[in-house]
């Protein structure tokens, strides 16, 4: 049977490493790299047997799970967030897969987000595909500054089963985590160098988008919350770029 290594970065996610951890237990290998932690998120992570790295936090987000990756061992690797759950029925399918990949390098997956603790249908919420298991060696992330996407060396599969998605533990957690988001948005902005007009019309066809393209209202009053936090996180990287905000942080 190949053997499997899961693959995650973490940055003060004491609150959900229990779950995601607990839920790759039965892969061969976990590399987790703690990004400038400041809770409890090392202590946490040594309870598993992790091969435990620490590496500063980055805005780069691919550059610290392209090196999660490289200290992978095994035939197989898995990328898991710190926020995320392997489903009993996902590992049984990943487990089927590796006996017999039929040529392919790659596996891509649905991802069910869970916001406000809700599951959402609608809004492009479900099924956010994301392609995360693959052979080692045959994937690498692009330097993307925003939505880092695995460029693969051959074919994907498509699995069935769900990877379960916990964005935001608490309040604490939403408000830090949008303010990352918004710092990375911002940076993509004066990367790509946006126009003025196109900026401000960003946050609403976002809006637009998710909530009535997407059929984001079928998710009723959840589906219109989380497509207002969207905006108003699109909104607040916009005026910032605008009011000449940057990162400095690589």
Same mark, same amino acid.
Do not use: M
């Given at each position: 049977m190949p053997t499997l290594s899961v693959a995650m970065i973490a940055?003060?996610?004491?609150?959900?490493?229990?779950?995601?951890?607990?839920?790759a237990g039965w892969a061969d290998e976990i590399v987790f790299v703690d990004c400038g932690s400041s809770d409890g998120t090392e202590l946490t992570a040594r309870e598993f047997p992790v091969k435990y790295f620490a590496? %500063?936090?980055?805005?780069?987000?691919?550059?610290?799970?392209?090196?999660?990756?490289?200290?992978?061992?095994?035939?197989w690797i898995? /990328?898991?967030?710190?926020?995320?759950?392997?489903?009993?029925?996902?590992?049984?399918?990943?487990?089927?897969?590796?006996?017999? %990949?039929?040529g392919a390098a790659a596996a891509s997956m649905p991802r069910r987000n869970f916001y406000f603790?809700?599951?959402?249908?609608?809004?492009?919420?479900? *099924?956010?595909?994301?392609?995360?298991?693959?052979?080692?060696?045959?994937?690498?992330?692009? %330097?993307? *500054?925003?939505?880092?996407?695995?460029?693969?060396?051959?074919?994907?599969?498509?699995?069935?089963? %769900?990877l379960l998605h916990y964005p935001y533990s608490d309040e604490e957690d939403r408000r830090r985590k949008l303010a990352f988001y918004?710092?990375?948005?911002?940076?993509?902005?004066?990367?790509?160098?946006?126009?003025?007009?196109? /900026?401000?019309?960003?946050p609403f066809t976002r809006f637009l988008s998710a909530y009535v393209l997407k059929l984001g209202f079928l998710d009723g009053a959840v589906g219109l919350r989380t497509a207002l936090m969207d905006f108003t996180t699109v909104l607040a990287s916009a005026l910032r770029y605008l009011r000449g905000g940057r990162s400095g942080q690589a």
């Open positions: 940055n003060n996610e004491e609150k959900n490493l229990r779950r995601s951890l607990g839920s590496r %500063p936090n980055s805005l780069a987000v691919y550059v610290n799970k392209q090196f999660a990756i490289d200290q992978c061992t095994s035939d898995l /990328i898991l967030d710190a926020d995320e759950e392997i489903t009993p029925a996902l590992r049984a399918e990943i487990s089927a897969f590796l006996a017999a %990949p039929g603790g809700r599951w959402l249908r609608y809004g492009g919420k479900y *099924p956010d595909t994301q392609l995360r298991l693959f052979r080692r060696g045959s994937a690498r992330f692009l %330097p993307l *500054p925003v939505h880092e996407r695995l460029e693969v060396n051959g074919a994907a599969a498509a699995l069935k089963e %769900p918004t710092e990375i948005l911002t940076r993509s902005y004066a990367l790509k160098g946006r126009w003025r007009a196109l /900026i401000l019309l960003r």
